[in-house]
């Protein structure tokens, strides 16, 4: 992650005193990009900031040329609560489960990796 977020084009959300949220968007071709990390802390979740953070993503790209957004998570093949919400958070914001890779390059055996994808 340290890597990733010093390579990647960082998007943060901030109120006056911390930063309280943040996307890490990695280019993959002149078409798609793909959300690497993304976060919100616990406590301004559910007041719209990855909401936010995600609109600013999608303006940003699109204005770019870029036509598809992609961002792995943990398949709900794992019945693991955090999760859930994260894969929820996503389809509600018109990203689409394209499939399901287990095991996938890079990750631990066990961690099932779901690509959603949305048009932007």
Request: one cysteine or more; glycine letters at 6%; aromatic letters at 10%.
């Amino acid at each position: 992650m340290s890597r990733d977020l010093q390579e990647h084009r960082l998007y943060l959300a901030a109120d006056t005193s911390e930063i309280i949220g943040f996307a890490a968007v990695q280019p993959k071709n002149s078409q798609v990009a793909e959300i690497s990390w993304m976060a919100v802390k616990p406590k301004y979740q559910h007041q719209g900031i990855g909401t936010q953070l995600i609109n600013q993503v999608v303006d940003d790209l699109k204005a770019e040329g870029v036509r598809l957004l992609e961002v792995k998570t943990l398949a709900s093949t794992v019945d693991y609560a955090p999760y859930a919400l994260t894969r929820r958070f996503y389809e509600s914001r018109g990203f689409v489960h394209l499939e399901t890779i287990d095991p996938f390059p890079g990750w631990e055996p066990g961690n099932p990796c779901a690509i959603f994808v949305k048009v932007v």
